[in-house]
């Protein structure tokens, strides 16, 4: 059983300090937010993600998991402070360290015994370095301090088994001593232990989520192609998924990918490369096709009314993927200011994701349309001219071919998630539009 702190109650910081409690350690994680410490404490979630609140509540009750916004005494008892707050994109693409190095200062004057401090938030390789180097700069105690790296690898709406049962841990370090403390704090979770040096361990996690980004952006490039030669997208990739060298993950083709980490990510490593005078063609070509992908409904629809304007539009799914309330580069916020500048009449359904997009569009008027938020996708879909489908719900996917065709004034479905089969939708009268499929004519 190790002291360990957790510095940021984000997705990162907050998993990583539940699991690690849930695996025998003495947790404390600080965050700067007084009531939402005072939230935390009561064992609820600011965040929602599946299992989270559950294992918060017994490892609280337990006495291993502590919430304060006192960090200098969080640090000073620790013998891991791991730091998991946000590294967002910069205009220029560069991941913005500001955080870190708020909370590396605070770490550096908090010390007062010897100290591994582990880098959680996916940072740009070599920052690692630096934030050793500037942490010993700042000590105020003789303490030997050394910095990790250790990325993370859960999936929103996944996270809690995605950290508990990982396919891998990437621990980088420079020394014997660092990685032997990051061993013995991972042993318990029973998880292959990869150890490596601080700069590749920093490069394996962009490379991973860059690879995964490049894979969707490619199914979405042949996606496109298909639907030029009539081929079906859905049925090449699972010819192409019995190649274990392929696998079956990620084959997804649709509307482009979302969230907090691809989008961020593929910037800065194109930005990393840039700055060393390398040009990163295939992460420049995955970020293009994504771009162009999230508008490409928007684009066939446009081409098919004469205009949007004072037209009830359906749309069903706000958030990134399902699972989450994140909206973070969700293709409904490409999509929703244009539909509203062409005059659309927006009926939006969301089953978690409806209060954080008021906060972008509250309801009512906007440019020339009007957004209205429903609870029930049916009360969306009535007598709507155009459904757009943006995220992959299950009570989306609930809806069959036939209440579209009941409850719309014209069936005409966007759908960027491929949630129907394009014959069923046909055969129940519904003009069905998707992504890498043919167009079946209704009968
Ligand atoms: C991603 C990675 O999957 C995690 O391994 C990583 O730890 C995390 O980023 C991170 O760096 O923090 P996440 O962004 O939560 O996790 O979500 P994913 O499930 O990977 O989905 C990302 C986007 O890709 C979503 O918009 C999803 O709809 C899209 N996607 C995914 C597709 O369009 N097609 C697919 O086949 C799969």
Known sequence: MKNIAVAGTGYVGLVTGVCMAENGH?????DIDEQKVQTMRAGISPIFEAGLEELMKKNIESGKLHFTTEFAAAYKEAEAVFIGVGTPEKKDGSADLKYIATVAKQVAESLEKDCLVVIKSTVPVGTNDKIEKFINDFLVNDVRVEVASNPEFLAQGSAVKDTLEADRIVIGTESKWAEEILTSVYKPFGIPIVSVNRRTAEMIK??????????????????NLCELVGADIQDVAKGMSYDDRIGDKFLNAGIGYGGSCFPKDTSALEFLAR??????????????????????LFEKARQQLITFNGIKVAVLGLTFKPGTD???????????????????????????GGDNF?????????????ITYVDNPETALEEASVCFIFTEWGEIKAITP??????MRSPLVFDGRNIYG????????VEYHSIGRPLVKNK
């Open 206 to 223: 962009y490379a991973s989520n860059d690879f995964l980004a490049l894979k969707i952006s490619y199914m979405n490039d042949i996606a």
């Open 26 to 30: 003495n947790v404390t994680c600080v």
């Open 422 to 429: 394009v014959q069923e939708m046909a055969d129940n009268g």
């Open 358 to 370: 008021k906060e972008f569009y509250p309801e009512g008027n906007h440019s020339q349309g009007e």
């Open 275 to 296: 700055q060393h005078g390398y040009d990163l063609r295939t992460i420049k070509a995955t970020i293009d096709i994504n771009t162009e992908q999230k508008l490409k």
């Open 402 to 407: 036939k209440r579209y065709k009941d409850l």
């Open 326 to 352: 994140d909206l973070r580069e969700a293709p409904s916020l490409a999509n929703v200011p244009l539909l509203l500048e062409q005059g659309a009449d927006i009926y939006a359904y969301d089953p978690v």
